[in-house]
């Protein structure tokens, strides 16, 4: 898939501007904190309707409109794709002082209004990001994160079971906490015990079969960027109280059996924590370069070479499970990287039908400039063709 048309209004740092887009490698220069990063972002949150960098759908409106009666920001697209063509647009809704207007995201496909879970994958985009290192050697959360956005692009089953047990957790803690007070029976539990589990199991299911794709991609990469010098491993650690950790169950409704067990082993433990101790939200992928913890003994280069690695599997995965291939985001990673891995990576990415590039250093990117199907000068919230050489 790929898209020829882009439009963003009152978004970030863009007041208006539309861009036709073709087959192959997109190029858009310019400085830093011109709006590089926010057209990706764009096309991101597209595909996933959620922002790669916004803590708050209010940070992605234009701050010029945010006092005004009703700020709105609207990205608009059309995506050629071999399930058919179709356009999407969101209009992601600021804080206003009319109660009748709800803040948020609204979405339409073809001009119909859809639920998120209906939406969603879409349009699949794969974002690579200098932050992705995080993925390697940040917290357990942002491995999640990276589990669930490349997921729930092809599995609306998965996005739904998230909001599920998003919601049922709010109502679990908060009654284990009313229970560690004296203020409810631990009898209780027994309804949002199954409710949540349930929804854990679809989603520790879904994640154990996608890391399960991922792992030999991703050695493949990662040989591949390294001339065979360093090799990478990725494990999957459920967060089940050590239950049964070892062993991966097949299905989903065991899944949802082993945390059942697990509830009832640390019900004492959760009732005085207050809180839900095992479930995915506390789940994690155990990543080791050639055998050693990625984060504590990889350096930055290895790191970052896991991280781009990761991604690239990402893409294949989304492109064997839509027959389809995503859109291929890279925002200003090209040059942190050395010769031989940058041209490792558009070698890649050249077999997809359609690659967005950002970079503030046109010359160490000189390699794709030719070939460029568009070329674009960003400055200022503005988009003009780029005519360097």
């Known amino acids: 898939m790929f898209i020829f048309d882009l439009q ?24 830093n904190a011109q709006g590089k990063s926010n057209l990706l972002e764009a096309v991101y949150l597209l595909s996933t309707l959620r922002s790669s960098r916004a803590s708050s759908d209010a940070d992605l409106v234009r701050r010029d409109i945010l006092q005004t009666e009703f700020p ?4 608009t697209c059309q995506v050629e794709r071999s399930a058919g063509n179709l356009q999407l647009e969101v209009a992601v809704v600021g804080r206003t002082t009319d109660p009748s207007h709800r803040a948020g995201k609204r979405v339409r496909v073809n001009g119909i209004a859809k639920r998120a879970s209906e939406a969603v994958g879409q349009l699949a985009a794969v974002l690579f990001t200098t932050l992705d290192i995080d993925i390697v050697a940040g917290p357990p959360l942002l491995r999640r994160r990276y589990l669930d956005m490349m997921i729930s692009q092809v599995d609306r089953g998965y996005l739904r079971a998230m909001q599920k047990y998003a919601r049922v957790l709010v ?17 209780e539990l027994a309804f949002w015990d199954q409710e949540l589990a349930h929804a854990g199991g679809i989603i520790m299911h879904a994640r154990a079969e996608a890391l399960g794709q991922l792992i030999l991609q991703t050695g493949i990469h990662m040989e591949r960027l390294t001339d065979g010098q360093e090799s990478v491993g990725l494990t999957y650690k459920p967060a089940l109280g050590g239950l049964d950790e070892a062993d991966c169950p097949i299905d989903d409704t065991e899944w949802t059996a082993r945390t059942l067990r697990a ?26 370069i050639n055998g050693m913890a990625a984060g504590g ?9 896991a991280a781009l690695s990761l991604r690239l599997a990402e893409a294949a995965y989304l492109r064997r499970a839509l027959g389809d291939d995503p859109v291929v985001l890279l925002d200003d990673v090209l040059s942190e990287l050395d010769v031989r891995r940058r041209r490792g990576v558009l070698d890649y990415v050249d077999n997809f039908q359609q690659t967005l590039v950002t970079t503030a250093e046109p010359d160490r990117v000189r390699d794709i400039m ?14 003009t063709p780029f005519e360097g050489g």
């Open 297 to 305: 003994f990889a350096s930055r280069a290895q790191q970052r070479t």
């Open 370 to 383: 030719t070939k460029a199907a568009g070329r674009f000068m960003v400055r200022g919230g503005t988009l």
């Open 263 to 288: 509830f009832h082993d640390l019900r004492r433990r959760e009732i005085s924590a207050g809180t839900t101790l095992v479930g995915p939200h506390r789940d994690d992928i155990v990543i080791e």
């Open 72 to 75: 709105v920001a609207r990205l």
């Open 8 to 31: 963003v209004s009152n978004y970030r740092n863009y007041a208006h501007a539309a861009v036709r887009l073709g087959r192959g490698v997109n190029l858009f220069v310019g400085d």
């Open 171 to 187: 109502q679990r803690n908060g009654l284990l906490k009313r229970i560690q007070e004296g203020a409810a029976a631990a009898t």
